[in-house]
């Protein structure tokens, strides 16, 4: 079984930054991808960036690209989201998800079988 856990959210303003973090535990936790998705006020669920567990490798949702950095550490099994420059319409419920396996749509949501709770970022203009 695998546990996510995210945290780090809040109410900030236009311009400024929040750092996500996503803890994982489960003895089964050997992720291939690990990924943040958002879920802003009456949208369908959308994702934001990607990130290759072991090479690191990631993929961003243009709309933040050059905001937002996504990162891990292996050695915590933490997963991160550093969000610069936030704007209004960044606010949503931000949600970490996992998958161990391999996949041609690694930007779908369907893809992941592990999800977290979700952490509310609320940017005020």
């Known amino acids: 079984q695998v546990s996510l856990v995210e945290s780090g959210g809040g109410l900030v303003q236009a311009g400024d930054s929040l750092r996500l973090s996503c803890a994982a535990s489960g003895r089964t936790f050997n992720p291939n991808r690990m990924a943040w998705f958002r879920q802003g006020p009456g949208k369908d669920r959308e994702f934001v960036a990607l990130i290759r567990w072991t090479g690191g490798n990631t993929v961003y949702v243009d709309s933040v690209k050059g905001r937002f950095t996504i990162s891990r550490d292996r050695t915590k099994n933490t997963l991160y989201l550093q969000m610069d420059s936030l704007k209004p319409e960044d606010t949503a419920v931000y949600y970490c998800?996992?998958?161990?396996?391999?996949?041609?749509?690694?930007?779908?949501?369907?893809?992941?079988?592990?999800w977290g709770q979700g952490t509310q970022v609320t940017v005020s203009s």
């Open positions: 998800a996992a998958t161990g396996g391999t996949s041609a749509f690694y930007t779908r949501a369907s893809t992941y079988p592990h």
